[in-house]
């Protein structure tokens, strides 16, 4: 009885993983070729020092460069671990606002 629960609990799992989901076969589309302009814009300097900042893809502010670890000071009151506390007015913009 063993040697048939176990043929049969085998054959069970071999058609679970033969019945399994194909991956998708993905259809490659072709992108259209863009002329190539014959003018080229000269590369714009930028104009503020914030923009002269390193930044990642994302646009958030590189912190491995020195001029990015210096981080703005909170205008309002601060916890003990230097964060925010946001019960106060200054530090969160819906404090003290009734909630819907």
């Known amino acids: 009885m063993k040697k048939f629960l176990t043929g049969l609990l085998a054959m069970f799992m071999g058609l679970t993983v033969a019945m399994a989901q ?3 076969t ?3 589309e072709a992108k259209p070729k863009t002329e190539k302009k014959a003018e080229k814009a000269t590369p714009a300097t930028p104009a503020t020092p914030a923009a002269t ?3 990642k893809k994302d646009g958030t ?4 460069y020195k001029e990015n670890k210096t981080a703005a000071a909170p205008a309002g009151p601060t916890k003990k671990d230097g964060t925010p506390d946001m019960r106060y007015k200054s530090n969160n913009k819906s404090a003290g606002k009734k909630k819907a």
């Open 61 to 64: 502010p590189d912190k491995r």
């Open 22 to 24: 194909t991956p998708a």
């Open 53 to 55: 900042t390193k930044t």
């Open 26 to 28: 993905a259809k490659k």
